[in-house]
């Protein structure tokens, strides 16, 4: 796993109401990243860090937001959380010279 | 713009048989690619990589990948398939031209569900 790991698991929430997800390394990797996982659209990247306060957007970036105040940690926040949020979030580090990514297990969200 | 095509929702081998899951790409430089599987209610696992050099790349759990450049193409084979590679699998490709300032964003095809069959 990479020593990633994401927090909560699973979680269910009321549409309009704020979200934050956590992710947390262990290893001191500078780049991390924020994908969601959705049927027919494999992964898509969300936001992603190069550094402390260091970030930018990714492809599907509208309705979320992230912060990086510690390299171990990278936080997605969903700010007002609609229905069409609900979805698996991964998080991943970059590691090795060509750029593989390595993977947390993952975040179920519902928005009901 | 960088794209990836996973052409197959689904692929459905026996065991024993030899398998092949498609990828093919689009990038405005040279690719690096990259196959990744993804087990029921787990992340997704690295396999394997082609950056530069021989065609064919070997991976975990005895995979292998094959880059084709003519025919922009990255497919995954293994030769005798077993139950339990059933999962969903992703192909993902970056721009391996970018500078220092590569961000390392990775585009993701997809994915193919494997199922394989006693």
């Known amino acids: 796993d990479a020593g990633i790991t994401q927090s909560p698991r699973h979680k269910v929430t009321e549409t309009g109401t704020p979200v934050t997800l956590r992710c947390h390394q262990t290893?001191?990797?500078?780049?991390m990243y924020w994908y969601r996982q959705d049927p027919g659209h494999g992964l898509r990247l969300i936001h992603y860090?190069?550094?402390?306060?260091?970030?930018d957007k990714g492809e599907v970036s509208d309705g979320y937001s992230v912060s990086r105040s510690k390299t171990e940690d990278f936080l997605l926040t969903l700010e007002s959380a609609t229905s069409s949020q609900t979805s698996v979030y991964f998080c991943?580090?970059?590691?090795?010279?060509?750029?593989?990514?390595?993977f947390g297990p993952g975040t179920r969200l519902t928005v009901t | 713009a960088q794209s990836v095509a996973q052409p197959e929702d689904q692929v459905n081998v026996a065991e024993g048989n030899p398998l092949t899951v498609k990828c093919t790409y689009s990038?405005?430089?040279?690719?690096?690619l990259f196959w990744y599987v993804q087990y029921p209610n787990r992340g997704l696992q690295f396999l394997l990589k082609?950056?530069?050099?021989?065609?064919l790349v070997k991976g975990s759990y005895g995979f292998e990948a094959e880059f084709n450049k003519s025919q922009t193409s990255f497919h995954l084979k293994k030769p005798s398939a077993l139950v339990s590679d059933s999962a969903l699998y992703f192909c993902?490709?970056?721009?391996?031209?970018?500078?220092?300032?590569?961000?390392?964003?990775?585009?993701f095809g997809q994915g193919t569900t494997l199922q394989v069959k006693p």
């Open positions: 082609y950056i530069t050099g021989d065609n």
């Open positions: 990038v405005s430089g040279n690719p690096y």
């Open positions: 860090s190069y550094g402390v306060k260091d970030t």
């Open positions: 993902a490709v970056r721009d391996g031209d970018w500078g220092s300032s590569n961000t390392g964003k990775l585009i």
């Open positions: 290893e001191n990797h500078r780049y």
């Open positions: 991943a580090i970059r590691a090795g010279g060509e750029n593989e990514q390595y």
